[in-house]
């Protein structure tokens, strides 16, 4: 069982103060002709409902693209992506086959989860909540999307830690990189993110030598990316089992599934019930009633209501908050927030996904 405690602090530290020395010397500076960030955005929001969203995914790269472009990175204003990466953020935007095909490790837990989905707004629609069946086949396929873009968000950290606990060398220009690649490095990385990682520590070998070697001594992959856990989040831990835990269980012919790894997991609290967050608004109302038009339509049209972008705005608020109010007291009465499935962390599933490349490297050992 690995545990990194605070071990990590002065790792992500240093990561910290190296993108801030490349920042001040210009590395980050947005180029002439970056698309604009709040027109890039309008153009794939907009006034457009969720299904037309949703049914223009696929025609719609360049609009992510843009959007892409035009977005911060770390919180920092630049466009320092490969072609490579931009290219595997539209289509984990935009295409299911494409998320599907990279993780395969996530097919058996989709598909229980979009029939725990179903069951759970079939129960709704019996209680005379107006769920239209139409919209079932979206809902479930942008929750899928979800859950496995951000398990692909996550493969490029593990496979690096993973490498580091089998003493693999890390390339340097690994360490260096300001965004994360969505490519598992057990199956080669892309020229092109290698091409920027090279040039940035370049610079700062020149500018700050010292943190440079700083850098190239420091490990920014010291404990694993736990993941997201549906109706929880993205949660954290100390504590998860090592590969070798991993690799014995599956070669012991025993289950490696959740009650198994939750043995490892000792901070993380899987009886979760979430705390009431302080609402600022005296009912849901006054809150709906605080938005702008807009945002008013594109919100309630993602909450399903039918109408949403023609109704007269306040029988919109009104119909909106009532269905809020009924479908919280229904939910409550099933004593949960939402349908969950049992699944194991982004991390386990990436060691069991690669398990025979850790079989062979322990070989040739």
Known sequence: MKSDGNEGNETVSVWFRAQDALKNEGVFNRIPGTPDYSESRNKIYGRRSARTRFNNLRTDKILYRNHILSSSVHGREHDLLSESAINNEVDSRTDILFLRMRTPGLDEFCWNWSQEQLLHRDYLRSVGIDLPIENDNRKIIQDEMMVRSGYLHKI???????????????????????????VNAFHGTNRDDQDIGERLLSILEEKYPELHAELIASNPFRSPRIGFQNGKGNVGGTKWPSIS?????????????QDWENKFLEELNYDYDEEEDDFPYESTEDFYRSL??????????????????????????????????????????????????????????????????????????
């Open 245 to 257: 835990d991993i690799i014995s269980r599956l070669e012991s012919g025993e289950s490696v599934d």
């Open 292 to 365: 702008n038009v807009t945002n008013l339509r594109r919100w309630a049209d993602a909450a399903e209501i039918t109408g949403a972008w023609s109704m007269n705005r306040e029988k919109l608020i009104s119909a909106w908050a009532t269905r809020t109010e009924k479908m919280d007291s229904e939910i409550k009465k099933q004593g949960e927030t939402y349908p969950r499935v049992p699944r194991l962390t982004d991390w386990t599933i990436l060691v069991i996904e690669n398990v025979n490349f850790f079989k062979l490297d322990d070989a040739r050992s």
């Open 156 to 182: 490029w950290h593990n496979s690096l830690y993973a490498m580091s606990e089998l003493g693999m060398e890390i390339p340097n220009w690994c360490k260096i990189l300001p965004y994360n690649p969505l």
